[in-house]
């Protein structure tokens, strides 16, 4: 597989892929979102779309991503997020905030571009009365949005700009078929790249098999949530054993279902890892399959 | 970002075979449009004109538990929450997570994120109370919680990390005063 990559890169003339050789990108800081109101989220978001401009370390596309917490159903026709104040906001109030950091980063723009993510989680999702047809549609309204968001971009000319989702998806803090469903939702709406930051929490190390993970998830549901679709992994590098985790779910999948490849990793401070070993330590055992992307939280 | 995603998905779309190539060289076909989207973006705006920021109005939250269904940003592997502490004065919020280490509840574990609104930086400190000598240790420690809501005007300035890394046990107090709990 790795041969065919590089073959096909040469054609397209970008060289090969010298995957050992490749130093992690630096990092991009993603954001924990925490607001009182949608006046104050808007403002927030204005500031996170700036600094990340003025902070932006290269010319290539970097992740912009705002985590507002977990998804949620609020009313029988609206969705939404419940943030990490515990504020319930609608997608209404998120878009808003988005095309705020829209404005920010435009308004700061010094380098590069950005792909904006609108990221949520699948935080306890059952526990509090939804179903797995409430969390497609916040999956499939999660899409919705970002795509309104690239509209606004569009008919402002950010042509720096994307846009597309994101989900810390945790096999802890849900069950299976409910956070399937988020994934299986962005899908059908079919606009946003649907970037997996989560965890492969509980699922073995080692080998390619359908291994036990935690909270009754198997190593293909991971795998699921994370490329079936327009899924893509950027999984949480803390410790070395998540690289371990991620490269047994990225064997699974190659050994079944065909090509898989990474969208590059998230790290923190504050953990095991550095966010350059997060990244170096994926990279080693996924050599040219992890691409050159590094949201930091904490960063 | 995707640099080698897309380049496949280029090669399948732009050669005109859409996404039937896309699918022999090994992109999946359901993203190749998307990875597509991701490689025309442009570096430049072509609109110059600076939009409109919204008012700058810091709204302070004043310091208080977290509802136990409140979500936690961290990661199970890092830390299993037992409850958590925000503040903020509008400038600097301050999120304490305080609960067991991931992959071993008998260590208790202390998670403080911190944003500097202003300064437009977020940091994520990681704290474990010292381990008791092997002599006087307990089999097991409970995880620190906060018990009690912090003090009337508690604020971001009032570092209750440095009450968790000492002790799990007990009303602490902060170098500035303010009355931390921790159980």
Request: with cysteine; hydrophobic share 40%; net charge neutral.
């Amino acid at each position: 597989m790795r041969l065919r990559l590089a073959a096909i890169a040469v054609v397209a003339g970008l060289g090969p892929f010298p995957a050992a050789a490749r130093a992690a990108p630096s990092p991009v800081t993603a954001w924990y979102v925490y607001g009182t109101n949608a006046s104050e989220l808007a403002s927030y978001a204005y500031a996170r779309g700036c600094d990340f401009a003025r902070a932006q370390p290269d010319t290539r596309l970097r992740l912009l991503l705002l985590d507002f917490g977990a998804a949620r159903k609020l009313s029988s026709t609206t969705w939404g997020a419940v943030d990490f104040s515990n504020t319930r906001f609608s997608n209404a109030d998120i878009l808003d905030a988005l095309k705020r950091a829209a404005d920010g980063y435009h308004n700061c723009h010094a380098r590069g571009s950005v792909d904006i993510a609108y990221g949520s989680t699948n935080y306890r999702m059952s526990g509090l009365g939804m179903t797995a047809s409430d969390a497609w549609s916040a999956g499939w309204h999660q899409s919705e949005r970002s795509q309104n968001l690239h509209g606004y971009q569009a008919s402002h000319g950010y042509d720096s700009q994307t846009s597309d989702a994101a989900a810390d998806m945790e096999p802890s803090w849900d069950a299976v078929t409910i956070t399937k469903a988020l994934v299986d939702g962005d899908e059908a709406q079919g606009w946003a790249l649907y970037f997996d930051f989560g965890s492969a929490d509980g699922c073995p190390q080692s080998g390619s098999a359908d291994g036990a993970c935690t909270n009754g998830w198997r190593v293909s549901d991971v795998a699921y949530v994370s490329f079936a679709g327009l899924a893509l992994p950027l999984p949480e590098i803390y410790y070395a054993a998540n690289a371990s985790q991620w490269t047994v779910v990225r064997k699974w999948w190659e050994a079944g279902e065909g090509w898989y490849a990474f969208a590059g990793a998230t790290a923190s401070t504050g953990v095991g890892l550095t966010p350059a070993a997060a990244w170096n330590t994926l990279n080693s055992s996924n050599s040219g399959l992890v691409e050159p992307e590094l949201a930091c939280f904490g960063c | 970002m995707l640099r080698l995603l897309t380049v496949l998905a280029l090669l399948g779309l732009g050669a005109g075979g859409g996404i039937a190539l896309a699918a022999v060289v090994g992109t999946p076909p359901d993203k190749a449009a998307a990875l597509a989207r991701l490689a025309s973006v442009a570096t430049t705006d072509s609109n110059t004109e600076p939009a409109p920021a919204p008012p700058s109005d810091p709204h302070p939250i004043p310091g208080r538990i977290l509802a136990s269904d409140a979500p936690a940003p961290i990661s199970p592997a890092v830390l299993e929450p037992s409850n958590g502490w925000l503040v903020s004065d509008g400038r600097t919020l301050v999120a304490v997570y305080a609960g067991a280490a991931g992959g071993d509840p008998s260590v208790g574990r202390v998670v403080v994120v911190r944003q500097d609104l202003a300064a437009g930086t977020q940091t994520v400190r990681t704290v474990e109370p010292e381990r008791p000598e092997p002599s006087r240790s307990r089999p097991h420690r409970s995880a620190p919680r906060w018990r009690r809501r912090p003090r009337r005007g508690a604020s971001v300035s009032g570092r209750p990390t440095a009450a968790c890394s000492r002790s799990t046990s007990g009303p602490e107090r902060s170098a500035a005063g303010e009355a931390a709990h921790l159980m």
